[in-house]
Structure formats: C-alpha cells, structure tokens
C-alpha cells in the first residue's frame, strides 16, 4: 500500500525563522511528489517535483525532491504569521491507475 | 478566471439516505478529482473523471459514485450514508488529466455531516 509520511506533524516558530518541512514517500510507479498550503479553506498549490536533485522555488519557499532517499522537503526562510497553515504533501504514483497519496500534514504556526 | 465551485458548501443528512455534491471546474479544465478529508484520515483521493470517463478511483466502496459530464461539470453521490461519511468532500480541476502531471486547484469543499 502507498504510504506518504510528513515531519513533524507540528511546529511552532518564530516570525523570521527558518523551517523545513520533511516528506517521504513509498509507492510503486512514482510520478510526481506535489506540496500544497492549507489554510482554514481548501489545500492551494505551491510546488510539482518530478525530477530529482532541481530546486523550485517561489519567493521564500522552496522544494527538493531526493528520489534516491524517496523523499523531498519544504523550506520556508523568513517565516511570517501568515506562512502559519498546514503543509500537505502528496505523490502521485501508478501505472495504468493514477492515484494521489497525500499524506496527513505539517501544522505550522508562525507567532509574531 | 472564475475558480472551482462547489455546491452545496454544507449539507446535513441522516444515517441511511443519499447525497449528490456538484463540482464545476475552472473554465477550460477537463479533470476532475474527488477527495474526502476528515481529522482522523487526512485528504484522501475519492476518484478522478476526464473526458466523462472515470479514470481513476481510490479504496472507498461503491456507496461512492460520480460522473462526468460533457461541460467537465462533475458530481460524487455517495448512497446509504453513514456516520463515518461524515467530512469535507473536495474537488479539485486541472487542465488535462493525470498522467500529463498538471496541477490542480480545489474548490472551497462541500462539509458534509450525517447525523
């Protein structure tokens, strides 16, 4: 069974602090390891990996992807109150049936 | 660009009826994906629709169902609800389907609750 576990499942920082986020991952037919921010409403999109070793990134968020260890982290530098949300990550896997496996999240609360 | 929606955004039922959720994706997207997110389980992928065909379903049992239809407009039906069904039902389009590796954006979610 495809399993996506994240790390830790809370933290609490100071504005200006620097986090990272962990994520691994076992699944069979990997396709794409995707992070999302959930705020009080639906999760919204921050980063699709699909390549091992290339950094994304998007203002003071940005991602890896490590296919050889099976895992990728999230890292926020400069944390600000309104980073605080819960951190999805999710793969992609299959052959001939896609799925989406997410896993359960990283509370993050930022306080000023 | 107008984003996903969703009707109802809640919705309460008793044990043993059924329900039927709407999603419309943002214009010009023909995937459509479902998911249940409750406390215990986290999101978890309910079945994914392209082109009026379902591609792709996750391990729910077929008290879950959903179709497509011609406008990419999508709706999940789940039968026999029971208390455990009780969640945020969501969906989410994107442009093309799986497979293509395209991102997806959610809709608000319709919170369900059986009572």
């Known amino acids: 069974e495809d399993k996506v576990v994240q790390s830790p499942l809370s933290l609490v920082v100071h504005e200006g602090d620097t986090v990272t986020l962990n994520c691994s991952y076992e699944?069979?037919?990997?396709?794409?390891l995707l992070w999302y921010k959930q705020e009080k409403k639906a999760p919204t999109f921050l980063f699709m990996l699909?390549?091992?070793?290339i950094e994304k990134k998007s203002g003071r968020l940005s991602s890896i992807l490590d296919k050889k260890e099976l895992s990728s982290i999230l890292n926020i530098t400069a944390t600000q109150t309104g980073d605080s949300a819960i951190y999805l990550c999710?793969?992609?896997?299959?052959?001939?049936?896609?799925?989406?496996?997410f896993g359960k999240g990283t509370l993050l609360t930022v306080n000023p | 660009k107008a984003g996903v929606t969703q009707t109802p955004r809640y919705l309460i039922k008793t044990r043993g009826q059924q329900v039927t959720l709407s999603c419309s994706p943002i214009?010009?997207?023909?995937?459509v994906s479902w998911y249940q997110q409750t406390p215990g389980q986290g999101l978890q992928f309910l079945f994914e629709?392209?082109?009026?065909?379902?591609?792709n379903k996750g391990n729910f049992p077929g008290r879950f169902s959903g179709r497509q239809f011609s406008n990419s407009r999508s709706e999940m039906n789940v039968s026999t609800l029971e208390l455990g069904d009780s969640a945020l039902y969501l969906c989410?389009?994107?442009?093309?389907?799986?497979?293509?590796?395209?991102?997806?954006?959610f809709g608000p979610g319709t919170r369900l609750t059986v009572t």
């Open positions: 699909t390549s091992s070793g």
């Open positions: 699944v069979t037919n990997f396709r794409s």
């Open positions: 629709y392209f082109s009026e065909t379902q591609r």
């Open positions: 989410a389009s994107s442009l093309e389907a799986w497979g293509s590796s395209y991102e997806q954006y």
């Open positions: 999710a793969v992609e896997s299959g052959g001939s049936n896609y799925k989406l496996t």
């Open positions: 214009s010009g997207h023909r995937s």
